[in-house]
């Protein structure tokens, strides 16, 4: 059985920092591409990084660049998201998620596992 599980959501201040993270079971974590996506209250669920295993290029939204940073440590079979000087705007429940193929891809459709989330909240 497959699972995914993120940590290290809360509540902080803009400008602030936090990192998530997310740990599999049940797949083999060298072989599966992960990413992070968000839904705001009221939005759709969006796009916010991944990594593959074929190709590890990391990949954002635009909106995240220069301040998200989304690493995968094989070795402990989990994949991080440091997300720094954070925004109202990144206010929202974050989601992990999985799937086999060796690319990322910005489509939530695409990924097969999934998290329960965890909360973000950034306050101005």
């Known amino acids: 059985q497959v699972q995914v599980l993120e940590s290290g959501g809360g509540l902080v201040q803009a400008g602030s920092s936090l990192r998530l993270s997310c740990t599999t079971s049940g797949l083999t974590f060298t072989l599966t591409t992960l990413g992070w996506f968000r839904q705001a209250p009221g939005k759709e669920r969006e796009f916010v990084a991944a990594i593959g295993w074929v190709d590890s290029t990391p990949r954002y939204t635009d909106s995240v660049k220069g301040r998200f940073t989304i690493s995968r440590d094989n070795a402990k079979n989990t994949v991080n998201l440091q997300m720094n000087n954070l925004k109202p705007d990144d206010t929202a429940v974050y989601y992990c998620?999985?799937?086999?193929?060796?690319?990322?891809?910005?489509?939530?459709?695409?990924?097969?596992?999934w998290g329960q989330g965890t909360q973000v909240t950034v306050s101005s």
């Open positions: 998620a999985a799937r086999r193929s060796g690319f990322s891809t910005v489509y939530a459709s695409d990924y097969v596992y």
